[in-house]
């Protein structure tokens, strides 16, 4: 089985999770923009294997965006950014 690459050096455990894009199990979460910060309720995550976007519930399990949360995401600039970001690291390890 692969590594989760979200728990690379930097990674911290979190509730596992099953990403709804590419069905790979999600038990970890790293922070770019703190280092070691853990994740909180609310906090958007990609997929670390597919790029889907997914926001960190109440447990720390990731779950899909509402309508609403999905508009306000795909509209933020700094969200696009990040998203292609993870998706380019991904083309790279492939």
Request: net charge positive; aromatic share 22%.
């Given at each position: 089985m692969d590594r989760d690459p979200s728990r690379g050096a930097s990674g911290l455990p979190v509730p596992l999770s099953v990403c709804e894009g590419c069905g790979r199990r999600l038990e970890g979460a790293t922070c770019v923009t703190e280092q070691r910060a853990a994740p909180r309720s609310g906090d958007i995550?990609?997929?670390?294997?597919c790029g889907?976007?997914?926001?960190f519930g109440p447990d720390l399990r990731l779950r899909r965006p509402t309508a609403e949360e999905s508009a306000r995401l795909e509209a933020n600039p700094q969200v696009r950014r990040a998203r292609a970001a993870v998706l380019l690291i991904r083309g790279a390890r492939n």
């Open positions: 995550s990609f997929c670390a294997y889907q976007v997914r926001i």
